[in-house]
């Protein structure tokens, strides 16, 4: 999962960013409303920390002009502001959440993951196909009733693949999405994690592969197995 901070204080936003990184989301960082609005326009993020005093551009406008173009990414609103005028103002203007500061970093994340666990196909907190589940939230995986470890970076892509089952999925939207805009990644990268993912989740097993190739398009994890 991809998560985008706009947060014009350095200090907290790599509080944040590390934190985040820490629990196995992909982060980008911008620190004004302007540079905030356009990464958040030109990628696609399951989540957006928007704090509402930005140089440039302030987040209820950077929210509202996301919303005005048919940007639906979840957004949560980070301000020192907590007047009811300014909670209105925020949700109205189209952001899913509000935070007041000063906040402890355990209830962030527990509104992130509440946010995280309503995507636009409404995809529960355990994701299936056939006898795979993956649980978003205790970060558990297991296949025919056993346990299977996975790492950060693995546990990220597995769970991209299995929100968007039955789909083609590219390596460069795989890149984009688990990995920020900094790493120093390649197309081989993705290829090398998803061989360590079917080792794990596949090999073991005497069952068809959950992950398939499509050569030439990228994976597809399917719900059948034809």
């Given at each position: 999962m991809k998560i985008l901070i706009v947060e014009d204080e350095h200090?907290?936003?790599?509080?944040?960013?590390?934190?985040?990184?820490?629990?196995?989301?992909?982060?980008?960082v911008e620190y004004d409303g302007e540079a905030g609005y356009l990464t958040a326009s030109a990628d696609e993020y399951d989540l957006i920390l928007l704090?509402?005093?930005?140089?440039?551009?302030?987040?209820?406008?950077?929210?509202?002009?996301?919303?005005?173009?048919?940007?639906?990414?979840?957004?949560?609103?980070?301000?020192?502001?907590?007047?009811?005028?300014?909670?209105?103002?925020?949700?109205?203007?189209?952001?899913d959440d509000y935070i007041a500061k000063p906040f402890s970093f355990e209830v962030l994340l527990a509104r992130v993951r509440a946010i995280l666990r309503r995507p636009h196909e409404k995809l529960g907190e355990v994701l299936t196909?056939?006898?795979?589940?993956?649980?978003?939230?205790?970060?558990?995986?297991?296949?025919?009733?056993?346990?299977?470890?996975?790492?950060?970076?693995?546990?990220?892509?597995?769970e991209y693949l299995l929100r968007n089952k039955n789909r083609v999925i590219n390596k460069h939207s795989i890149?984009?999405?688990?990995?920020?805009?900094?790493?120093?990644v390649l197309p081989n990268n993705v290829e090398v994690f998803v061989n360590y993912i079917r080792k794990k989740v596949d090999k073991p097993f005497d069952e068809p592969p959950i992950i398939q190739t499509m050569r030439g398009f990228g994976y597809i994890i399917k719900d059948s197995e034809e």
């Amino acid at each position: 999962m991809k998560i985008l901070i706009v947060e014009d204080e350095h200090r907290i936003a790599r509080a944040l960013r590390e934190g985040l990184m820490d629990e196995g989301y992909a982060v980008d960082v911008e620190y004004d409303g302007e540079a905030g609005y356009l990464t958040a326009s030109a990628d696609e993020y399951d989540l957006i920390l928007l704090d509402v005093m930005l140089p440039k551009l302030d987040g209820v406008a950077v929210c509202k002009k996301l919303r005005k173009e048919d940007n639906h990414t979840p957004i949560i609103l980070l301000t020192a502001k907590n007047q009811t005028n300014d909670v209105v103002n925020g949700l109205d203007s189209g952001a899913d959440d509000y935070i007041a500061k000063p906040f402890s970093f355990e209830v962030l994340l527990a509104r992130v993951r509440a946010i995280l666990r309503r995507p636009h196909e409404k995809l529960g907190e355990v994701l299936t196909a056939r006898d795979l589940e993956l649980d978003t939230i205790k970060r558990t995986v297991s296949r025919s009733g056993r346990s299977i470890s996975l790492t950060a970076k693995e546990f990220s892509i597995l769970e991209y693949l299995l929100r968007n089952k039955n789909r083609v999925i590219n390596k460069h939207s795989i890149m984009t999405h688990v990995w920020d805009f900094d790493a120093d990644v390649l197309p081989n990268n993705v290829e090398v994690f998803v061989n360590y993912i079917r080792k794990k989740v596949d090999k073991p097993f005497d069952e068809p592969p959950i992950i398939q190739t499509m050569r030439g398009f990228g994976y597809i994890i399917k719900d059948s197995e034809e």
